[in-house]
């Protein structure tokens, strides 16, 4: 039987969801490929046709997060507001998007978007890193840096990204309130950092 | 011009010059740039580096004070001591300004120190109250959203983005409540409390030297004692209760204020009272207001602070210039309750009544035999100049209210005597105390300071009476 884009895509959805809903309640690790093939109501094999790992759910629920984030970030960034707010608040949306993975998103940080996976990043890894990137250089634009930062800045910030969101990812405080402060020293320090040039 | 904290102690006298008058004017100003945005830094290893570097320098301040004083006759050492001090509070100012936290609470309890802090620095100092670096919107935002679901301009009809305070531990906002309500509502920096621990785990390796002294023990339970109290700050929840209970004290013949707390919008980090309207004490005395009217502050501050402690069984022992409004209709208001010990248990509340009544009597033997049981002191020559000291402390903190009539709290000689009396005890290492006494000491510093600086002469032993009727202590 011949399945319909729209149909195709429906399933694809259903497989993100439910895979967010069984990863929070059973752990990534503990969730098999069966274990969802299952919960979608698809036969085993067949949940390749989507996606070839766990890990590639993983990263396109970050991946659709992090859009839906900067549709946010857009509606809630404030004319007046300094680059550093800018900053922060592009950061800080991002992270309250991804809250509802918390609990399992921490390995895929690392593996994908870290800053020691270079070229042997995938494609859907690539796309978001690039975006992020894309994003900050706008916005320091937008604060009147009217050269482009270098590749030497851009890797020095994303250094900085990664490293929040591996604390964060792990942070133990009273609703994350530590990862705000560590953002909000990260943030200053690359400011500063790259006005110093 | 931004200057350096080394610049300006380059900038300071040396003691072998003509005039050693430290004038705190222009330095005061340029301090002020000393206070820069830095952020907090939370991770352990970096604050331990600074709190080291900052006992060092403390250490090397007053080291070079001893040595220089071998050599020089006592009204030199006194001026050198002077210099040494200010160049020490400089210095711990300079990483006050970047750790705040736990440290930065010594900064605010080393502004009530006028011998520590001459007068043009204890302004300086006390800016600290106020001018904290503060944070950006859009982490408060983000606070705010965390604390109470949702953004502030959605939660509030109106809410000012500038704060317009600013403390160690938070910041505060005007804002407007749906009802019309106008409210203040107090922020705390994110990670602070995680902050503050780290500080008080940092400072126990650095009292690790005291460990083979017989006051070990207790020197630690006082810094345990300490570490609670500032801990309890960072719990906002706490502080809204206190200032609840403390609100249901006063009424309105007392022409005495504490906000109100609206627990709708308060949390562990963010309170939410009503905005008060009125002067912290510098522009209150900028209007150069009659004696009559500072003497009638005098008195509502005693008031305040009688009937907190002996109606209330708590003890406010943050007192210092930002806590306290000169409402424009000649109310007080009260703010703050971060920092309140609560008097707890009947032995603790019959210990406070038998200390009272002595210290009362103002009689020499009445006061040493308190203050003993007071400070868990013996009759042991080790004891003795611990005992002699605290008695002294004691008449001098009960003073106004056992001499009959008026008393002259801008009298400088009082105030040195009592700044003296605490010099010593430190100086001698009297660190055997009530686990208490570290609070109890600033308060009374604190109601000092404020006393004063206010110029007030006053007779506060029938408000202290009256107030104190109500304890019940005189059938105990």
């Not at chain 1, 629920?61 to 839906?68: I, K, M, P, R």
């Not at chain 2, 009260?334 to 210290?359: N, P, Q, S, T």
Request: hydrophobic residues 40%.
């Amino acid at each position: 039987m011949r399945v319909s884009a729209k149909t195709k895509e429906a399933t694809r959805q259903k497989v993100l969801r439910v895979s967010q809903e069984l990863f929070n309640s059973t752990g990534f690790r503990e969730t098999t490929s069966r274990d969802l093939a299952s919960a979608v109501g698809i036969a085993a094999g067949t949940i390749f046709n989507y996606f070839p790992s766990k890990e590639a759910i993983v990263l396109q629920l970050v991946c659709d997060a992090l859009e839906n984030a900067e549709a946010t970030f857009n509606r809630r960034v404030r004319p007046e507001s300094t680059l550093e707010e800018d900053l922060f608040l592009y950061v800080s949306t991002g992270l309250r998007q991804l809250k509802p993975m918390r609990g399992f998103v921490g390995p895929a940080f690392e593996t994908h978007l870290g800053p020691a996976c270079g070229g042997d990043a995938n494609e859907l890894g690539d796309h978001i890193r690039t975006g992020h990137v894309e994003m900050v250089s706008s916005l320091l634009s937008k604060h009147g840096q009217a050269e482009p930062p270098t590749a030497v800045h851009l890797q020095m910030y994303w250094l900085l990204y990664t490293g929040v969101l591996a604390f964060w990812a792990k942070d133990q405080s009273r609703k994350q309130e530590d990862t705000l402060a560590l953002l909000d020293q990260s943030i200053k320090m690359f400011v500063s950092w790259y006005l110093a040039g | 011009m931004a200057l350096n904290v080394a610049e300006l102690i380059d900038a300071l006298p040396e003691v072998d010059s003509d005039d050693a008058t430290l004038s705190g004017g222009v330095v005061s100003e340029a301090l002020a740039t000393v206070l820069s945005n830095r952020p907090v830094p939370t991770g352990s290893m970096r604050r331990l580096s600074l709190l080291g570097g900052l006992q060092a320098k403390i250490a090397v301040a007053y080291g070079f004070h001893w040595l220089r004083g071998w050599f020089q006759d006592a009204d030199q050492r006194e001026r050198a001591l002077k210099e040494t001090h200010f160049k020490t509070a400089l210095k711990m100012l300079d990483s006050m300004g970047y750790l705040r936290g736990a440290v930065m609470k010594v900064g605010q309890t080393l502004a009530n120190f006028p011998d520590v802090a001459p007068d043009g620095l204890v302004q300086t100092l006390e800016k600290l109250h106020f001018q904290a670096p503060p944070m950006h919107f859009s982490l408060l935002r983000e606070t705010v959203i965390n604390e109470l679901g949702d953004e502030p301009h959605n939660l509030f009809a109106e809410f000012d983005e500038t704060a317009f305070a600013a403390a160690s531990l938070g910041q505060v906002h005007r804002a407007r409540l749906k009802s019309g309500q106008q409210v203040a509502v107090k922020i705390q920096y994110p990670g602070i409390a995680r902050t503050i621990r780290t500080d008080f785990r940092n400072l126990i390796p650095l009292l690790l030297p005291s460990r083979l002294t017989g006051d070990w023990q207790n020197l630690k339970d006082q810094v345990e004692f300490a570490r609670r109290g500032i801990e309890q700050e960072t719990d906002y929840t706490r502080e809204a209760e206190t200032q609840t209970r403390v609100r249901q004290l006063f009424f309105e013949e007392d022409s005495i204020v504490v906000p109100q707390v609206y627990p709708e919008f308060s949390t562990d980090r963010i309170i939410t009272m009503d905005y008060l309207e009125g002067d912290h004490l510098d522009a209150f005395l900028a209007k150069n207001p009659s004696q009559d009217e500072r003497n009638d502050y005098a008195l509502k501050l005693t008031r305040a602070g009688a009937r907190i402690v002996y109606q209330g069984r708590l003890n406010n022992v943050d007192v210092h210039a930002g806590n306290y409004l000169f409402m424009p209709d000649g109310r007080l208001g009260l703010i703050d309750f971060g920092c309140v010990l609560r008097i707890e248990g009947d032995a603790m509340w019959e210990l406070y009544g038998r200390l009272h009544r002595a210290m009362m009597t103002g009689e020499d033997s009445s006061i040493r035999d308190a203050m003993k049981e007071w400070q868990q002191l013996t009759d042991a020559p080790r004891d003795a100049e611990n005992l002699r000291l605290s008695t002294e402390f004691g008449k001098l903190c009960w003073k106004p209210y056992y001499v009959p009539g008026p008393f002259n709290y801008g009298d400088r000689e009082y105030l040195q005597r009592g700044i003296n009396v605490m010099t010593e005890l430190m100086k001698n290492r009297c660190t055997r105390s009530h686990p208490t006494n570290l609070m109890q000491a600033r308060w009374h510093v604190g109601w000092w300071m404020m006393f004063y600086r206010l110029g007030a002469i006053i007779d506060p032993s029938p408000i202290v009476n009256e107030e104190t009727s109500a304890t019940g202590w005189e059938s105990c």
